[in-house]
Structures are given as structure tokens and as C-alpha cells.
């Protein structure tokens, strides 16, 4: 239990970070002797990634003739990667900035996906974030959509002798009655904020008008259930899915801020820029 806590502290994680962005600077600022700069070398296990990527695409693994000649294709790659570089062909380049600042953001965030929250992690993310995880309200009616200039009072007097619904109203691609449905699905196919209407009707009472996308309506509720929060044990696999994301971005800006601490930053006034 004590290591599983240490595991999960965010202050080994941020030692992990910071040591794994100097380890990586060490690397780049670093000038091996060997191999030199103009000897392109293709180790075994390169060349056995090679392997496994044409088996994965073709499953069989290649020929001796095919894979020589993917190596061919490496080196060949390779030297026109070098030849390019030197050339400055990436200077400027919007394409090849935003493939590598993806690989850095990629950096950055790669150490969360090995991250293993307990239940306590995830019951603190969930109450932290309720509203990513409660199981919205759903809502069963009946609706009859106003013919126009037509009264809504009109309309329910009929109801309340027992008129049948289908025999009233303008005739419309909407449903007539809907089972239980959460709120955003009522909200999409009647429009935006419909469904705050039917949350406190009576169950079983004819009432109106209820403004829709598409005109006013009467409606009458015949089910509900309110708003919940699942169990974890119901949602774990979200939870700890939407916990990763959040970690990974906390990963990501800790790792944009040690990179601009690397640099003094000078940025003109926007003010300037837009002429204002």
C-alpha cells in the first residue's frame, strides 16, 4: 500500500519529469564520436522493427530480397533526411513544426498511460468532477404539436374529455411519445433547453404551451427519473479513461513550462500586432 502511494504522488511524478527532460537535453546536446555524422548505420533491432512492421501489414514475415530492400529504402530515407536538415529544408516549415512539437506534447504526456489510480483516486476525481459523471435525468411524455393561431387551451379541453392525442394537432415527423430519454436526446431532436420544461410537470397532467424548435406544443409526462451519480464499480473504466486525460494534460503543461524556463521568451505586445 505504501509503495502503490508513492507511486502515485505527484511529486515523485514530478521528479520523474523533470529528470527524464534533462536526461533527454543531455541527449541532444551531446555529441557522440560514434557513429559520424556522415555513416548511416542500421542496427539488428532496427532492422528487426522493419520485420515486424511488414508482418504486421502483410502477415508473413518478408523475403530476404524484400527486406533488403526495405533497408535500401531506410538508408535511402535516411540520407535524404540528413541532406535535408543540412539544407534547412525545415526552417519554416509549418508542417514538420507541428509533427514535432506533436512528438514533444507526445513525450510529455506518455508517462500517464502507465499510471494505475485506486478507487480512492477515482472517487476523488469523480466528486471533483460530478458533472462528467452523473447519469442525466430521463424523462418519458406525449406531445401534440399546435396547429397555427390555434389556442393551447383548446386543445387541452379535448384532452381532459379524453380526445385521442393522434387525432389532434399538426401532423409532424416529431415522435408522439417518447419513453424514458435522457435530457440531451430530448434536447436534440425537440431543440435546446425543451427538455427544462417537462422536469417539474405532474406525471399523467396535460399541460401548454411548451415552446419547441419547432413550435408550441402540449405535452403531457408520463415517467421520470431523476439525475444520478453511478457507482464507480459502473463507471470505472470511464473514470480512470477521463483521470488519464487529466493527467496527461497536467503532464503536458508541467512539461511546456520546464521547456520556456529553458529560454528567455520575448513576445511583442498584441496590442501592437493587431494595430489597436
Known amino acids: 500500500m505504501i509503495s502503490q502511494k508513492i507511486l502515485l504522488s505527484p511529486l515523485l511524478h514530478f521528479f520523474v519529469l523533470g529528470a527524464g527532460i534533462f536526461a533527454f537535453f543531455a541527449v541532444l546536446d551531446s555529441e557522440p564520436a560514434v557513429p559520424r555524422s556522415d555513416a548511416i548505420v542500421l542496427t539488428q533491432e532496427e532492422a528487426g522493427r522493419l520485420v515486424q512492421?511488414?508482418?504486421?501489414?502483410w502477415n508473413r514475415p518478408p523475403t530476404e530480397l524484400e527486406l533488403e530492400g526495405m533497408m535500401q529504402s531506410w538508408a535511402l530515407e535516411e540520407a535524404n533526411v540528413r541532406e535535408a536538415l543540412a539544407l534547412g529544408l525545415d526552417r519554416g516549415d509549418t508542417i514538420i513544426r507541428q509533427r514535432l512539437n506533436q512528438k514533444m506534447q507526445f513525450l510529455a504526456e506518455s508517462?500517464?498511460?502507465?499510471l494505475q489510480p485506486d478507487d480512492a483516486e477515482l472517487q476523488r476525481f469523480i466528486e471533483a468532477n460530478p458533472d462528467r459523471f452523473t447519469r442525466p435525468a430521463h424523462v418519458a411524455f406525449e406531445q401534440v404539436m399546435l396547429p397555427p393561431d390555434q389556442d393551447a387551451s383548446d386543445i387541452l379541453k379535448l384532452l381532459e374529455t379524453g380526445a385521442d392525442p393522434s387525432t389532434l394537432g399538426t401532423a409532424s415527423l416529431l415522435p408522439e411519445s417518447l419513453p424514458l430519454m435522457p435530457a440531451p436526446v430530448i434536447d436534440?431532436?425537440?431543440g435546446e433547453g425543451f427538455h427544462t420544461n417537462l422536469l417539474d410537470a405532474?406525471?399523467?397532467?396535460?399541460r401548454g404551451p411548451v415552446q419547441s424548435g419547432y413550435g408550441p406544443h402540449v405535452v403531457r409526462v408520463t415517467g421520470r427519473s431523476e439525475a444520478i451519480m453511478p457507482p464507480l464499480s459502473e463507471i470505472r473504466d470511464r473514470v480512470v479513461s477521463q483521470w488519464r486525460a487529466a493527467r496527461m494534460e497536467k503532464m503536458r503543461e508541467s512539461f511546456g513550462h520546464a521547456m520556456l524556463e529553458r529560454y528567455s521568451v520575448t513576445l511583442p505586445d498584441a496590442r501592437v500586432v493587431l494595430g489597436q
Open 53 to 57: 512492421q511488414f508482418t504486421a501489414t
Open 188 to 190: 436534440r431532436t425537440f
Open 111 to 114: 508517462g500517464a498511460a502507465i
Open 202 to 206: 405532474p406525471i399523467g397532467e396535460w
